[in-house]
């Protein structure tokens, strides 16, 4: 994937700002986020390990932005790295800010439905593709899109 393959949505633009208002002096922290989508519509879901904070909830794959690293690139190499899976190429979908207790994210969700690899659990994280995403807990952040991600999944099925 290549930055020319990042194409910026039309479809769908929420700009939210979700939770608490986040604080105007904490850092936001950048996070890259993907949905993989089937051609049928089912979106692949990972598990948060042990280890970290909200860990057991359920979350679209992905992890914080490195310094002096694209979001494109924490992407590709988050995807990399916990699932094997390499992306061909992915649209960005929607940005949305939150202040959890444990820090203030920015978090740059992608779809994808162009990658090479089936999906393995290499961090020991379990998956599970959903269509109507059904896993719970969810991370707080992540529950206001559900809706839209729905209408997207709606129309690359019909
Ligand atoms: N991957 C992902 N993170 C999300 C989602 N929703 C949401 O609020 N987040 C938040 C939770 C975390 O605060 C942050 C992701 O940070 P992380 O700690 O999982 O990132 P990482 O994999 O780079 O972790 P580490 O290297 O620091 O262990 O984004 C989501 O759908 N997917």
Redesign the pocket.
């Known amino acids: 994937m290549t930055q020319s393959e990042i194409r910026q949505s039309n479809a769908t633009q929420p700009e939210a700002k979700l939770g608490q208002e986040p604080n105007a002096s904490a850092k936001a ?1 950048d ?1 890259a ?1 993907g949905i993989l989508m089937r051609p049928n519509g089912d979106v692949l879901l990972g598990q ?1 390990p042990q280890g ?3 860990a057991g909830y359920w ?6 932005v490195e310094a002096n690293e694209d979001v494109a690139s924490a992407l590709r190499r ?1 995807f990399m790295e916990e699932l094997g899976v390499s992306i061909v190429c992915a649209e960005a979908w929607c940005c949305v800010e ?1 202040v ?1 207790p ?2 203030h ?1 920015r ?1 740059h969700f992608y779809i994808s439905r162009h990658w090479e690899g089936e999906p393995q659990s290499l961090e020991g994280q379990a998956f599970a593709w959903q269509g109507a995403v059904d896993v719970q807990p969810l ?4 529950i206001p899109l559900l809706q839209d991600l729905d209408e997207v999944r709606r129309a690359v099925q019909s």
């Open positions: 922290i996070v986020v948060r970290k904070p909200y979350e679209f794959p992905g992890g914080k988050e939150h959890y444990h820090a994210v978090l991370l707080p952040a992540t």
